[in-house]
């Protein structure tokens, strides 16, 4: 069986391995370099490069009924995510704790997120790729990708929740005998994720000075993202129909932007007001006021 590996910016190479059916190889591999397997069980190794690497591989004709690749890492890679593409195959990674470059009785089996996973980079793992039908005489062809990272990435999951609004000036004209002369609030919320922009807005509250939003958003974060901004803004949403029928945009920001601008820093917990002092922390709930005489509001929210 022939694997062709692609890899980075390496040289290239071509060496041809007969492995017993019981190890897997001792050597890295580079650029296109080709290996010869024996029928039973075929090895090979993947030494991880920082940035993207990918492997092309294929299972032909019925004898030829698994591939099983043993991962490890140039020295600087501290993380590895591989991700599997191919049709008609199933594919089991262990985590070879034994270092033996066997699957045995030892070895952790690891599980997939979907098509991928995060690996520690300083273990050493064994990925089994198989035919889903074991009768199947068909040609089945992969991809291994795996990208190296200089950091291990850890996540933790940040939730922003939208608590109250209260309205601390009248938004609407008070006109005899209607009632819906206050305020009709959403509140909404953007986050500055590693240079991606999410969003979200709570729903519409009709005619209510002072709604209970109760609105959450959740979202996961590298623990390496120092801060993360944060932007809440207030509006009533069908503003005075008598001053022209525009929103208007609630002050509830201590300083010139009627946005309340924020920051959270994750290692910890606090929570960094528009001015860039610390105006509370995690599951602290806060609330912020606007200076302004006109469209004045407060909001209350909290970051857990």
Same mark, same amino acid.
């Given at each position: 069986?022939?694997?062709?590996?692609?890899?980075?910016?390496?040289?290239?190479?071509?060496?041809?391995?007969?492995?017993?059916?019981?190890?897997?190889?001792?050597?890295?591999?580079?650029?296109?370099?080709?290996?010869?397997?024996?029928?039973?069980?075929?090895?090979?190794?993947?030494?991880?490069?920082?940035?993207?690497?990918?492997?092309?591989?294929?299972?032909?004709?019925?004898?030829?009924?698994?591939?099983?690749?043993?991962?490890?890492?140039?020295?600087?890679?501290?993380?590895?995510?591989?991700?599997?593409?191919?049709?008609?195959?199933?594919?089991?990674?262990?985590?070879?704790?034994?270092?033996?470059?066997?699957?045995?009785?030892?070895?952790? /089996?690891?599980?997939?997120? #979907?098509?991928?996973? $995060?690996?520690? &980079?300083?273990? @050493?793992?064994?990925?089994?790729? *198989? =035919?889903?039908?074991?009768?199947?005489?068909?040609?089945?062809?992969?991809?291994?990708?795996?990208?190296?990272?200089?950091?291990?990435?850890?996540?933790?999951?940040?939730?922003?929740?939208?608590?109250?609004?209260?309205?601390?000036?009248?938004?609407?004209?008070?006109?005899?005998?209607?009632?819906?002369?206050?305020?009709?609030?959403?509140?909404?919320?953007?986050?500055?994720?590693?240079?991606?922009?999410?969003?979200?807005?709570?729903?519409?509250?009709?005619?209510?000075?002072?709604?209970?939003?109760?609105?959450?958003?959740?979202?996961?974060?590298?623990?390496?993202?120092?801060?993360?901004?944060?932007?809440?803004? /207030?509006?009533?949403?069908? #503003?005075?129909?008598? $001053?022209?029928? &525009?929103?208007? @945009?609630?002050?509830?920001?201590? *300083? =010139?932007?009627?946005?309340?601008?924020?920051?959270?820093?994750?290692?910890?917990?606090?929570?960094?007001?528009?001015?860039?002092?610390?105006?509370?922390?995690?599951?602290?709930?806060?609330?912020?006021?606007?200076?302004?005489?006109?469209?004045?509001?407060?909001?209350?929210?909290?970051?857990?």
């Amino acid at each position: 069986m022939k694997s062709q590996l692609a890899f980075g910016l390496f040289a290239l190479s071509t060496v041809s391995l007969l492995l017993s059916s019981a190890t897997a190889a001792q050597a890295g591999l580079s650029l296109n370099e080709t290996t010869d397997f024996t029928r039973q069980r075929p090895s090979q190794v993947i030494r991880t490069r920082l940035g993207s690497n990918m492997m092309n591989g294929m299972l032909k004709g019925k004898d030829d009924r698994s591939d099983w690749i043993r991962i490890g890492s140039a020295s600087q890679v501290k993380q590895i995510k591989l991700n599997l593409i191919g049709n008609g195959l199933n594919r089991s990674l262990y985590q070879d704790n034994n270092r033996n470059g066997r699957s045995d009785a030892g070895d952790k /089996l690891i599980p997939f997120n #979907g098509n991928e996973v $995060a690996l520690d &980079a300083s273990k @050493q793992y064994l990925l089994a790729i *198989t =035919r889903s039908t074991p009768n199947s005489t068909a040609a089945r062809s992969y991809i291994v990708q795996l990208t190296g990272f200089k950091e291990t990435s850890r996540y933790e999951t940040v939730k922003v929740s939208i608590l109250r609004a209260k309205a601390l000036s009248r938004f609407d004209t008070k006109v005899p005998g209607l009632k819906s002369y206050k305020a009709d609030f959403e509140a909404f919320l953007k986050m500055d994720i590693e240079g991606s922009h999410a969003s979200d807005k709570t729903r519409l509250f009709k005619n209510n000075d002072d709604p209970r939003f109760n609105h959450t958003y959740t979202s996961r974060v590298r623990t390496t993202q120092k801060r993360i901004p944060i932007e809440l803004s /207030l509006r009533d949403r069908d #503003g005075d129909v008598f $001053a022209g029928g &525009a929103h208007d @945009q609630a002050d509830i920001s201590p *300083t =010139r932007d009627r946005r309340l601008q924020l920051s959270y820093e994750p290692s910890t917990g606090k929570v960094f007001g528009p001015t860039g002092r610390v105006i509370g922390k995690r599951n602290q709930q806060i609330t912020v006021t606007g200076n302004s005489r006109k469209d004045n509001a407060s909001i209350t929210f909290k970051i857990h």
